[in-house]
């Protein structure tokens, strides 16, 4: 077993048609071309995304691409279980970039059953609002939003396991002339328990690769799962720890140049004039090619590249945004909160009728979060090569296909006339879909003006001063208590560019709840992080609630657990997580416990963090428990790394980073000044998932949320300090 | 300028601008391409390897100090029949990479570390595991090294 990616040297030379079948539950059209481009000689090929050999090789294609959540190995294991595959015979291809890929059914199943709404506005924008856009265009390619597991891996890859082995016991009938009832299925193999005949799954194939297969097969029942919910390595670890998965950074091919670039230090500015000469004169470099907005030096290496990029004094335009800041963001958005209609509103009751309410008790506080980057370890590196008219690119992005359009688009011929391979990527985490990664059209312009392959890489420096930041945001919250102690009204008003109605959950039961949201936009390409909206939006309510708990003098968790329904998921996710965290018992002199609860992308999470606040001011989680529901498990292990890294890297958002804007310009440029959260900083975390038949929810972000909130609610019981702003930095004790 | 190394017990004479990163070296001149690139600052470690024995952050060293030394890289800790070094097979057994992006530098890491102390302390863990993971693998890293060097047990996860 193992993850075997496409060489991508190889052209289309190993595409000859082999089995190729109808179905019935998808397009045909679509289904027969995606045939067409995994078929080997000689190998049956099911539904779009599983070919058994003769040598009894089940190899499935993944329409998705990791960047470490661990789904594509999911993905297998459910295709895997579903046609009762010999495992250790079971390999993982990357499905070719092609529209065959990205079915109706499943786009309908994305769109409209997996989530309570529609397509959620990170995706917009690449998939188009309407539904038939939706189903014509949402790339299935995209790996984001929690969903390859729980759409292309429920809706895809169990139907299609499912259904090959029901045409597998179909032709082993006919074959041994039996019934099909006789005939049970095990690694790979078809058994006729009567006669002790056996027949292997490659001998079958072809054959069973012409049938019609079921549009809506028979599923196993879940208590005969044997790879589905079993923590089953991950398939593409062997080869992350020894040097050969090969990145988008390490694509390697004759006669390769690479270049760098700077783009405009102020978003929105243009190049005004750059002389060549001085980076002309360094070894190796070939060309100083000038952009709209920005200067690349192409060159025999990243090295000359890179001095001959310095060795530049280009002069750019500021784009008329010199004077914006930090401060000045946060100045305006709290003016316009205060002062301005809110542009998009939604909620239940009347909360002006419940703050006004006589006898309540009124609380009000503001909120503020910065600009975060996704600092993906791999910075952006993408390679182009124009020939012939044809337009070739390696790289890794969460959206292969659409990327190809973008690619298409920038180089102004048709989308067929551009092969996309697509590669592993070292992080992503909202950073690499194809809306914000300006690499593409830069990399397509540097092209044009080499006959050779050219491999673009952002510096660092580059990576940090032009992401597509989570926007910095203000919020003020508003809310009531009754003579109970119970709330009466709450109000959130929150300025940021984006609606986040959609994201934001509000879990607990109040009689009157308003969200208002404010448009305010500035230079920056807002765009998702990890948890996207829910982060800031958990942030604000969380805090907030135990601000109320505080006024309300009730313990923080029983303040939350009586606004919640008796029995519900999330009660019972809050009482984990208070019952595993020992709540109640005595803690060390100077530390503090907080809690927080956060439903994001279908799951509902609970943290409860130990921390402190150190004597020079630092604080310091000390121990994370998290209690998950997120329905049926695919792979325990893999979740319980998902719930763990989006911990940690929640943390270390809050506790250090902030992209800062002065003069229009981002301030920070490395790590030295966006520090990241090193392992000495590195709290346990102690996963807990709650055993539930509840529908799928994501796993990759929903752990982010709850942990800012639950680090300020421990900091603020530690030491009486309340946290209204990110980052955390140096809290001096009260 | 011409310029002898050795990496992964073979000897290379380079060509090269003498102030060239050995990063760029190792990965564009010999195509090992396991050995990262983070950050060009020395900040973050996803290029670190061994020279002479040490670690060392290789975006930040100029071919020209390496003349003579020997280097090596994630891809010469196997042994030469491809049997894992136990600190890779460690990695593997507690499922620690994610992106797996970093996770070169980090192994390179605490292959130095163990050399070094032999049975390395949580605290010594601590002190030395400094390069950055973006996906927040540190606890499993953790785990790793005390089960490389047969402290702690490790076992796939399943319900922790």
């Given at each position: 077993m193992g993850i075997k990616r496409r060489?991508?040297?190889?052209?289309?030379?190993?595409l000859i048609g082999g089995g190729l079948f109808a179905v019935s539950w998808s397009e045909r059209t679509a289904t027969r071309r995606a045939a067409k481009l995994v078929a080997l000689d000689k190998a049956g090929v099911f539904q779009t995304w599983i070919r058994i050999s003769e040598d009894d090789t089940v190899t499935i294609f993944s329409p998705h691409v990791d960047f470490g959540q661990g789904s594509v190995t999911g993905l297998a294991q459910m295709a895997a279980d579903e046609l009762d595959a010999d495992w250790s015979k079971v390999v993982v291809e990357s499905a070719p970039?092609?529209?065959?890929?990205?079915n109706a059914p499943l786009a309908k199943g994305f769109a409209g059953?997996?989530?309570?709404?529609?397509?959620?506005p990170f995706l917009q924008g690449i998939v188009g609002s309407s539904f038939a856009m939706i189903a014509r265009n949402?790339?299935?390619q995209v790996t984001g939003g929690s969903s390859t597991v729980r759409a292309t891996g429920q809706m895809g890859m169990r139907v299609a396991g499912a259904a090959a082995r029901a045409a597998l016991i179909a032709t082993a009938a006919k074959r041994l002339r039996v019934?099909?009832?006789e005939l049970s299925t095990a690694n790979s193999r078809v058994l006729h328990a009567k006669s002790g005949r056996m027949l292997r799954y490659g001998e079958l194939a072809a054959e069973a690769a012409d049938m019609t297969l079921s549009a809506e097969p028979k599923f196993k029942?879940?208590?005969?799962?044997?790879?589905?919910?079993k923590p089953i390595p991950r398939l593409d670890i062997p080869a992350k720890v020894n040097g050969t998965a090969i990145y988008g950074m390490d694509v390697q091919l004759p006669n390769l140049r690479v270049a760098t670039i700077m783009a405009?230090?102020?978003?929105?500015?243009?190049?005004?004039?750059?002389?060549?000469a001085p980076a002309l004169g360094i070894k190796g470099v070939e060309k100083v090619i000038q952009l709209d907005n920005a200067v690349a030096v192409l060159a025999s290496g990243y090295w000359p590249a890179l001095i001959g990029l310095r060795a530049l004094s280009p002069k750019f335009s500021d784009g008329g945004h010199a004077a914006l800041s930090s401060s000045s963001i946060a100045a305006a958005q709290a003016a316009k909160i205060k002062t301005d209609k809110p542009d998009h509103k939604s909620g239940h009751g009347d909360v002006p009728a419940a703050l006004a309410a006589s006898g309540v008790k009124l609380l009000e506080a503001d909120y503020a979060v910065p600009f975060i980057h996704?600092?993906?370890?791999?910075?952006f590196a993408l390679t182009a090569h124009f020939k012939d008219g044809k337009l070739e690119l390696w790289g890794g992005v969460q959206d292969p296909l659409h990327s190809r359009k973008v690619a298409a688009e920038a180089a102004n011929?048709?989308?067929?006339?551009v092969t996309f391979h697509p590669m592993i990527m070292g992080g992503a985490f909202g950073r690499r879909l194809p809306g914000y990664c300006e690499i593409i059209g830069q990399v397509v312009q540097i092209a044009k003006q080499t006959p050779y392959p050219v491999k673009l890489i952002w510096s660092r420096e580059e990576e940090v001063k032009h992401g597509s930041y989570r926007p910095q945001a203000s919020a003020r919250l508003k809310a009531a208590l009754d003579q109970n102690g119970r709330i009466a009204g709450w109000s959130t008003d929150y300025a940021q560019s984006e609606d986040a109605a959609r994201e934001t959950r509000f879990v607990y039961e109040v009689p009157a709840f308003a969200l208002r949201h404010y448009e305010f936009s500035t230079n920056q390409h807002d765009g998702p992080w990890r948890s996207v909206n829910s982060n800031q939006n958990g942030f604000y309510c969380e805090s907030f609630m135990d601000e109320l708990a505080v006024a309300a003098n009730e313990d923080p968790y029983q303040f939350r657990r009586k606004h919640l329904p008796p029995g519900s998921r999330h009660a019972a996710v809050l009482d984990d997580v208070a019952k595993r965290s020992g709540w109640t018992t005595p803690l060390s002199a100077g530390h503090g416990r907080g809690i927080a609860l956060v439903e994001s992308f279908n799951t509902i999470v609970a943290h409860v963090i130990e921390a402190s606040v150190a004597d020079d001011g630092r604080p310091r989680a000390h121990k994370v428990w998290s209690s998950v529901d997120?329905?049926?498990?695919?792979?325990p292990d893999g979740a319980a790394a998902q719930i763990m890294g989006g911990i940690i890297m929640a943390l270390s958002s809050c506790l250090d980073e902030a992209i800062t804007l002065e003069q229009g310009a981002v301030v920070q440029s490395n790590f030295h000044d966006y520090p990241l959260l090193k392992l000495a900083q590195a709290p346990d975390v102690d996963v807990h998932f709650m055993q539930s038949n509840a529908s799928m929810g994501g796993l990759?972000?929903?752990?982010?949320?709850p942990t800012a909130p639950a680090l300020a609610n421990a900091i603020f019981a530690a030491t009486g300090k309340r946290i209204r702003?990110?980052?955390?930095r140096n809290q001096s004790k009260a | 300028m011409a310029i002898d190394i050795e990496v992964n017990a073979k000897s290379y004479l380079i060509e090269a601008?003498?102030?060239?990163?050995l990063l760029w070296v190792i990965r564009?001149?010999?195509?090992?391409?396991?050995t990262k690139f983070g950050c060009?600052?020395?900040?973050?470690?996803?290029?670190s390897v061994h020279v002479d024995g040490e670690i060392a952050?290789?975006?930040?060293?100029?071919i020209a100090a390496v003349a003579g030394k020997r280097i090596l890289t994630i891809e010469g800790?196997?042994?030469?029949?491809?049997?894992?070094?136990p600190v890779q097979q460690a990695w593997i057994d507690a499922q620690v990479?994610?992106?797996?992006?970093c996770q070169s530098g980090q192994i390179m890491a605490a292959v130095a570390l163990i050399k070094k102390?032999?049975?390395?302390s949580p605290a010594h863990i601590d002190e030395a595991m400094t390069n950055i993971c973006r996906c927040g693998t540190y606890p499993r890293i953790r785990t790793a090294i005390l089960a490389a060097t047969g402290q702690a047990a490790v076992a796939v996860q399943g319900h922790s």
């Open positions: 060489a991508f040297l190889v052209g289309g030379a190993a970039v092609n529209v065959a890929f990205a059953e997996l989530l309570p709404f529609s397509v959620p949402l790339p299935l019934r099909e009832i029942d879940p208590t005969a799962y044997r790879l589905i919910g405009a230090p102020v978003r929105g500015g243009k190049l005004v004039g750059v002389d060549p996704h600092a993906m370890m791999e910075p011929i048709s989308t067929d006339q997120c329905g049926r498990i695919v792979n990759g972000e929903p752990g982010v949320p702003q990110l980052p955390f | 601008d003498p102030a060239t990163p564009e001149e010999l195509g090992l391409t396991g060009g600052i020395g900040a973050c470690g996803a290029c952050r290789s975006c930040l060293i100029p800790i196997s042994a030469p029949n491809g049997t894992l070094h990479p994610q992106c797996g992006y102390i032999g049975l390395p």
